[in-house]
C-alpha cells in the first residue's frame, strides 16, 4: 500500500493501458547505416586513400608477434622508418532507459539522445 491506496497488479496496469489506446513496444533503434559501401566513399578510399597507403608503404616495416620479430625490412634505407598509427578503441553506451515503452497504437516514439553510461574498450 503507497500514499494510503491498495497498489494493483502490473497485468492490471497493463490492461489499462491498453484500454487506453496504448500498446507496449520493445523498443529497438530503428536504421542502422555506416556508410562504407557508398559511391563516394568507395571512390576516396580507391583513388586517394589506397594510392596514399601504398605510396609509403616502402617506408614501412613489419613486425609480427610478441617479440616484434622483423617480417619485413624498410626497402628504402636512406629514409627513416615510418610508423602508422591505427586507433583500434571503441566507446558504446549503455541504454539507461528500459527496453519496453508504451506508445499509442501506431505511433513510434523518439528517444532523447542522452548517451548513458559508457563502457570504454
Excluded at 37 to 45: A, G, I
Excluded at 101 to 114: I, K, P, Y
Aim: charged fraction near 30%.
Amino acid at each position: 500500500m503507497s500514499h494510503g491506496l491498495p497498489a494493483i497488479c502490473l497485468r492490471t496496469a497493463y490492461s489499462w493501458l491498453q484500454k487506453m489506446g496504448l500498446e507496449a513496444k520493445e523498443y529497438r533503434k530503428a536504421v542502422y547505416f555506416d556508410g562504407h559501401e557508398r559511391k563516394d566513399v568507395l571512390e576516396y578510399r580507391n583513388k586517394v586513400y589506397l594510392p596514399a597507403i601504398t605510396a609509403v608503404e616502402p617506408l614501412l616495416a613489419e613486425y609480427k608477434g610478441k617479440e616484434m620479430d622483423v617480417v619485413r625490412q624498410l626497402t628504402l634505407n636512406w629514409e627513416r622508418e615510418h610508423v602508422p598509427i591505427f586507433d583500434n578503441e571503441s566507446i558504446c553506451y549503455h541504454n539507461n532507459s528500459g527496453r519496453l515503452e508504451w506508445v499509442r497504437r501506431g505511433e513510434v516514439t523518439l528517444r532523447e539522445e542522452g548517451q548513458g553510461l559508457d563502457l570504454h574498450s
